[in-house]
Every structure is written in C-alpha cells, then in structure tokens.
C-alpha cells in the first residue's frame, strides 16, 4: 500500500501547467524522505535514553551538532548534481544530462571515503572543541566513530536521490529510506536488548541501514529507463567540466548548510556549559524540531529543481512564480508543523526521556526556535531559487556573515552576561531576522541582473 502510493509521485512535468500543485506533491515525499533520514538519530536517541541512560543519550544529542555538518556537505554538494542534471534535462539534452549522472555518482564515493579519513583523525580533538563532560565523553566518541564508518554510504544515498529528485521522483529516495529506518530501528533494539554493544552497536546499525539505502537506490538507478539510468562501465570515467559545474554549484550550498551546522557547534559548546539536564534536554528536541525543517527543506529543493528545469528551457517568469508559490506554501506548512510541535510538546519529549526537569527544558527550545520557522521558510526559498539558476555563491556567503557572524558574536559576547538558557535560545531567531532581510535584497539584485543577461539574448 505504502509502494502503491509512493508510485503517484513520479515524473513531475516542471515545464508545463500548474505549478502550485506540482510543488506541493514533490515537496511531501521530500519532506517524508527528510524526516526519516532524521528518524535515525531520533531512533537512537529514544533507544539510548530509555534503555541505556541519559548520558547515553546526551553523547548523541552532543555529535548532532557534528552529523548534521558532515550531513550538510553531502546535501548542498548534492544540490549541484541536482541543478546539473535538471537543466540539462530542461535542454533535452539527454546525452549531458546522462554524463553528469555518473560523474556525480563517481564523486560521491570519492567524498564520502575523504569524509571517513578526516572525520576519524579529527573525532577525539572535536570532543576538546565542544568542551564534552567526562561522564558523556567515551559514549559520544564512541558513538561518532562508529557512525563515521557509514559516510561513503550516505554521500552515496544523497547523490543518488539527487539524481531521481532531477526528473521529478521525490518517492523512490523516500521508499529507500522508509525500508532502512526499519532496520534501524529493530536493529537498534535488538542491539540494546540482545546484545552487550549499547552505544556503539546502535551506531552501527545507523552505518548498516545508511548503506542499504545507497544500495537500494542504486540497483533502482541501474534499472532505471532514460538520462538518470546508469551503467556500472561507465562509472570509470569523470568527467571534469560537469564536475566543476556540479561543484560550483553544489560546495556553496554545502558551505550554506554547514555555516548552520558550524553555528551550532559553537551553540553546542555553549549548552555543555550548563550541565548534562540541558545537554539532554538540547537533544531530544533538537531531535523533533528538525522534522520542521524538514518540511522547509522540501519546498527548498523541490523549488531549485523546479527552477533548474525552467531555467534550461529558458522561462524567466516562471522561476519567478515559482519562487513566489514555493514560498507561500512553504510559510504556511511550517506553521502548520511548528504549532502541531508545540501544541504536542510534552508528549513527544516524553518519548525521550522520564525527567520532568529535561521535559521542561525541551519545551523552552521548542519555543524559541520551532516556532518562529516561517522566517527559516523565507531563507530557504529564496536561497534555494537562486542555486537553481546557477547564482549559488552570494547566498552562502550571505548565511556566512549573518548567521554564524551573529551567533558567534551573541556566545561569544552576549551570552556571558546573561548565561541562561532561554537568552542562548534567543539567538537563533535574531540571526533569522538578520539573515531573511539580507537575502531579500540579494534576490531582488540577482532578478534584475538575470533581466538584463535575458535582454541581451
């Protein structure tokens, strides 16, 4: 039944007819997708907290920060694949479109291994940087190396998905993970209750069912029919002009989500300071907020692919209308989802953990930051519009200097003064407002610019 429906959604027409529609039907397996991908860390959290202990959890909620860094290289590099393909695809332009395929699927294996080495040489120094108590130190290094060993398998997975989000099919990369979360949530009670490996263990089966994603997409790719079909001969040869397109495009996007992920090291430093309760309480929701952002992210990519096809074909003014009813229906979905998450506060950290002292502590998060995401809707809209043409930079030196410029600043300078956790929490929503209004006049810039390159054709 799940496959049945899952099969509505794909090979979406971006070129023609309604838009509005289109949108909303790629951007909710999208968001399904992004929210099982998080639902396995929420599935080691939930497990840890409640059959291992709190710090057990806490060591996960503290490599979060950590995960979602690594996790955004992949994705904002995947992006570029993603505008690649997709415009070449709004060129008819098979023949590219199929080279940019493999050179991307090349790439991310190359990426993710790079990912392992370096992750693994630096794990124990990152724990000095975040200022790790003791009591969660071994767990949380435990538990970052054994999930560093599954890297090559989610830059894979990601690519991958890249690919099939190019021509319209947002459900594929959803059915992928909706199978691997299966896994790893039995896997992860079969580990804490079966076995002696507890934290260590639970990672693993995160490394496990990451490759059986990648695995599981890429035997759907090699069977697939058209441009994004690939063929294991041709996976020898990179081709060098796509892959600096596919990196122009993708690294400042990446760099976009890492400066977040960055950001919130810095915060994560910040809340170790005030003890294990609020490392804990950090976590589980951070855990469910994120499920938000999901649903942002989803009109953000389904707007950049929309975008990348329209702009290959050459249609102006429909990326503009685009970008318009992305970001109308990206506000009010947010909403929507960020109000249910509060209205359901209590029960949903009382998944994580018994502690009323922690429960209450999630909720203060919540506040500060799930509710106030229509503004991150407006950031991802018009930074994802401006990637599908091409424009990919600006906006992430944009989110450079205005969100982590304004968090380091507010830790740094700010928060000695007032060292509670609800001024901490403070700071995501000033740096929103900062980042919002500057994207704002860097949109309007980048429109009038691509007017005039669009007169002179």
């Not at 790079?114 to 000095?128: P, Y």
């Not at 318009?324 to 950290?349: E, G, H, K, W």
């Not at 906006?395 to 060292?419: E, H, K, M, Q, T």
């Amino acid at each position: 039944m799940f496959a049945r429906l899952a099969s509505r959604y794909r090979d979406i027409d971006m070129l023609h007819g309604s838009l509005w529609d289109k949108l909303f039907v790629m951007a909710i397996p999208l968001a399904l997708t992004g929210i099982l991908q998080q639902l396995f860390n929420t599935a080691d959290v939930i497990t840890l907290g409640h059959y291992v202990s709190d710090e057990a959890m806490a060591a996960v909620g503290n490599n979060i920060p950590i995960i979602g860094l690594i996790v955004s290289l992949f994705m904002g590099i995947s992006i570029g694949a993603n505008v690649v393909v997709a415009r070449y695809l709004g060129m008819l332009d098979d023949n590219n479109a199929n080279d940019a395929v493999h050179t991307s699927l090349i790439f991310s294996v190359y990426l993710g291994i790079a990912i392992v080495i370096c992750g693994e040489l630096l794990s124990s120094a990152s724990m000095d940087w975040l200022g790790v108590p003791e009591e969660v130190r071994g767990h949380s290094l435990t538990y970052l190396r054994c999930y560093l060993a599954g890297m090559p398998f989610m830059a894979v997975y990601n690519f991958e998905a890249a690919l099939f989000r190019s021509k319209g099919d947002t459900s594929t990369p959803l059915m992928a993970l909706f199978y691997a979360s299966v896994l790893n949530a039995l896997g992860n009670l079969a580990c804490v209750l079966l076995t002696p490996f507890g934290v260590a263990g639970v990672a693993l089966c995160t490394t496990l069912a990451n490759g059986f994603a990648a695995y599981y997409l890429f035997v759907k790719l090699q069977k697939a029919q058209g441009p994004i079909s690939i063929q294991v001969r041709k996976l020898s040869h990179l081709n060098l002009r796509k892959l600096r397109a596919i990196i122009a495009i993708g690294l400042p996007a990446g760099i976009q989500g890492m400066v977040f992920s960055l950001s919130n090291l810095v915060i994560q430093s910040a809340i170790n300071s005030l003890g294990a309760d609020v490392m804990a309480a950090s976590a589980a929701a951070f855990t469910i907020e994120i499920n938000i952002y999901c649903t942002i992210n989803a009109f953000g990519l389904s707007a950049t692919t929309f975008i990348g096809q329209n702009y290959g074909a050459g249609n102006l003014k429909r990326c503009q209308d685009i970008t318009l009813i992305s970001m109308l229906l990206c506000v009010v979905m947010a909403t929507l989802v960020a109000t249910t998450v509060y209205i359901l506060a209590r029960p949903l950290l009382s998944l994580f953990t018994t502690s009323e002292t922690v429960i209450a502590l999630g909720i203060i998060r919540i506040i500060y930051i799930g509710l106030p995401q229509g503004l991150n809707a407006i950031m991802e809209i018009l930074s994802g519009a401006m990637r599908g043409v091409g424009y990919s930079l600006p906006p992430a030196l944009v989110a450079l200097f205005s969100i982590c410029g304004c968090r380091l600043l507010y830790v740094f300078f700010i928060f000695p003064g007032y060292n509670t956790y609800e001024s901490l929490m403070l700071v995501y929503p000033l740096s929103w407002v900062i980042c919002t209004l500057m994207l704002i006049v860097l949109y309007l810039y980048n429109q009038r610019r691509l007017r005039k390159l669009h007169e002179l054709r």
